[in-house]
C-alpha cells in the first residue's frame, strides 16, 4: 500500500511540474479544466448523484460554467476577477459555521441539489484562481509556492498534532485534527513563507506571512468541508482513481480553499516575487 501510495504520488509529482513549468499557459488551462471535470464526477457521487447521466450533466454544467467566469475574469481591466474571488472567501467563511455546527448543519446543505451548489462554490474559484495565477509573471513559480503553502500546513499539522495534540479541532467532522495541529502548521506556513522572501531577496517579510496565513488557514477549512460532506454521504474517500490516495478530490481539496484566498490577497497586496 505504502508503495503503490509513493509511486502515484512520484507520477502526480513529474505530471503536474512538466505541465506548470514545461508548457505553454494554454496547456495549463486545458489541464486545470481536466482536473476539474474529474473533480466535478466525484462531487457529483458525494452528492447523491448515482445516475450517470444525472453525473455527466452535473460535470457539463460546472464545466460550462466555469469557462464562462474564465473569459469574464480574464477580460482586459476585468472586476470579475477581484468580485469572483472575494465571493469565494465569502462562501469559506459560511462553509466555516457549518463545520462548527455539523451535523446539526446538515439540515442547511444535506440535500443532494444544495450539495451540488456547493460544489460550485468548491471547484470553480481555485480553477480559474491558478488558471489566473498562471499568466503572471514567474506564474509557475507562484502555483508551486501555493501546493508548497498548503503542503507545509498540513504535514507541519500532521506531525505536531501526533506529538501534541490534545484538543479536538472538529471531533464530529475529522476526529484526527487538533488545534495543536493547525498552530504547528501555520508555523510551518510562516516559515515558509519567510524563506520564499529571503531566497527573493525582499525585505516585507510581513506582507508575505499576511498572505500565508490565511492561505495555510484557509486550506484546513478546505481539508474540513471535504471531509464533512463525505462523512454526511458515508464514504471514506471521494473517489479510486488515484491508486494509494483515493479520488481527486481527496487531493486537493486544501487548494480549493487556499487558491482563492492567495490570489486574492497576493492582487490586494501587490506582493510579487
Request: glycine share 8%.
Amino acid at each position: 500500500m505504502l508503495k503503490t501510495r509513493v509511486l502515484t504520488a512520484m507520477v502526480m509529482a513529474a505530471v503536474s511540474s512538466l505541465i506548470v513549468f514545461g508548457g505553454p499557459a494554454e496547456l495549463f488551462s486545458v489541464f486545470v479544466l481536466a482536473v476539474l471535470l474529474v473533480a466535478a464526477w466525484e462531487w457529483g457521487n458525494l452528492c447523491g448523484f448515482n445516475a450517470r447521466p444525472v453525473r455527466v450533466i452535473y460535470c457539463a454544467s460546472l464545466f460550462i460554467f466555469a469557462l464562462a467566469l474564465m473569459v469574464l475574469a480574464g477580460a482586459e481591466e476585468s472586476r470579475y476577477l477581484d468580485a469572483l474571488l472575494s465571493a469565494a472567501c465569502v462562501w469559506w467563511a459560511i462553509a466555516l459555521l457549518w463545520v462548527q455546527s455539523y451535523p446539526t448543519s446538515a439540515v442547511l446543505w444535506g440535500r443532494s441539489w444544495t450539495r451540488a451548489l456547493m460544489g460550485a462554490f468548491v471547484l470553480i474559484p481555485p480553477c480559474i484562481a491558478v488558471i489566473q495565477l498562471r499568466q503572471f509573471e514567474y506564474g509557475p513559480f507562484i502555483i508551486c509556492a501555493v501546493v508548497m503553502l498548503v503542503a507545509a500546513a498540513d504535514i507541519g499539522a500532521y506531525f505536531t498534532g501526533r506529538s501534541l495534540g490534545k484538543r479536538k479541532l472538529a471531533p464530529r467532522v475529522s476526529p484526527g485534527k487538533s488545534w495543536e495541529g493547525v498552530l504547528g502548521g501555520m508555523v510551518a506556513a510562516v516559515l515558509l513563507a519567510c524563506l520564499f522572501t529571503a531566497i527573493s531577496q525582499r525585505s516585507d517579510y510581513l506582507i508575505a506571512i499576511a498572505i500565508a496565513l490565511p492561505t495555510a488557514l484557509a486550506s484546513v477549512l478546505g481539508d474540513l468541508v471535504e471531509s464533512m460532506v463525505k462523512r454526511h454521504r458515508g464514504v471514506k474517500d471521494s473517489g479510486t482513481i488515484l491508486p494509494g490516495h483515493g479520488g481527486v478530490l481527496d487531493r486537493i481539496d486544501g487548494i480549493t480553499s487556499a487558491a482563492p484566498v492567495f490570489t486574492l490577497a497576493l492582487l490586494t497586496s501587490g506582493w510579487s516575487f
